[in-house]
């Protein structure tokens, strides 16, 4: 027998798993809705998942080396100093980033089909095949050719509105939205923004977490990310980030608007059957940063190579116990990082008192050496025990100075 394998949607978590799988020569289907589509997405991307994922050089936009913190009151505080020489954060647009992937999948042998899935049929049995039925949009019309294909598994990589997590009985989820303006500014504005990236935080911008500039191609995308799910309170929070920016943002031009779900914490199940989900489907978004991108590559990947490994190079179907081996892997590599960051989002974005006393801490260069650190390599790296002790002093006295631990 040859394993056959759908996977729903090619972003970063659906093209890493088909191409895992088709160099392993599995016989693999890369479903993608829209072949020019272009999440509203910070772009940041840490620079291990640059060699991790052989990304070329023209993948990166910008390569960001500083970082202001902007709090409340306007307090500004520089990071970065922390960085060597060949240190950065790359910027991209998704757009770029996204076609490299799905095609380089494609190249290496997965079937690329421009289609919406619109449903799942579940087979009643361990070995009966499951079947999509999609609209096939290859002819350039909107609603497509009813088409449909059989498969021995899934992989549901079709984002936060995910179809596969709704036709595996998944669970929801609580989401968050991420709004953003890209705008044009004029060539003076910037080049203040060349290798530079900034954040400001406060009820003015977020209620629950962060507004951004984040430097791309010949723009600079300029939002928010809230749980306030509401188009008044969005735009207000929009308007907020404008107003504190404006002064760097004159004479810019709108290019494009868009917004996003973003998940807030995985979903119930993951794995249902022979259905596996990967990135936003799976609800693989950092609390505090809002990270997805690195996340999203690295479990497709993961879960293809469960794949590989258990049906021995496809020549065996899985098992839903042969697929949990990825989520165990998952959690087991990446759990506590997620614990780590809910419960910094939960001290530091509860107030304009914590969010002054977080932008204090990050002055601090061992709590910056330690935050790019973990960021860009993706390890929680171990301090020293005394630098530890000091990082835990600074930020229970940045708390108590800015009133923040009164209930």
Partial sequence: MALRVAVVGSGPAGSSAAETLAKAGIETYLFERKLDNAKPCGGAIPLCMIAEFDLPAQIIDRRVRKMKMISPSNIEVNIGSTLKDDEYIGMCRREVLDGFLRNRASQLGATLINGTV?????????????????????DGSVEGVSKSLSVDLIIGADGANSRVAKAMDAGDYNYAIAFQE??????????????????????DVSPDFYAWVFPKYDHVAVGTGTMQVNKLKIKQLQAGIRARASHRLAGGKIIKVEAHPIPEHPRPRRVVGRIALVGDAAGYVTKSSGEGIYFAAKSGRMCAETIVESSHSGTRIPTETDLKGYLNRWDRQYGMTYRVLDVLQRIFYRSD??????????ADRDVQKLTFDSYLYK???PANPLVQLKITAKTIGSLLRGNALAP
């Fill in 118 to 138: 619109h449903g799942v049929d579940i087979p009643h049995n361990t070995s009966g095949s499951y079947v999509l039925h999609y609209a096939d949009h290859s």
């Fill in 182 to 203: 890209r705008i044009r500014l004029p060539a003076d504005k910037m080049a203040y923004y060349e290798e530079l990236a900034e954040m400001y935080v406060g009820d």
């Fill in 353 to 362: 008192a914590t969010r002054e006393a977080f932008v204090e801490m990050c």
């Fill in 379 to 381: 390890t929680v790296v």
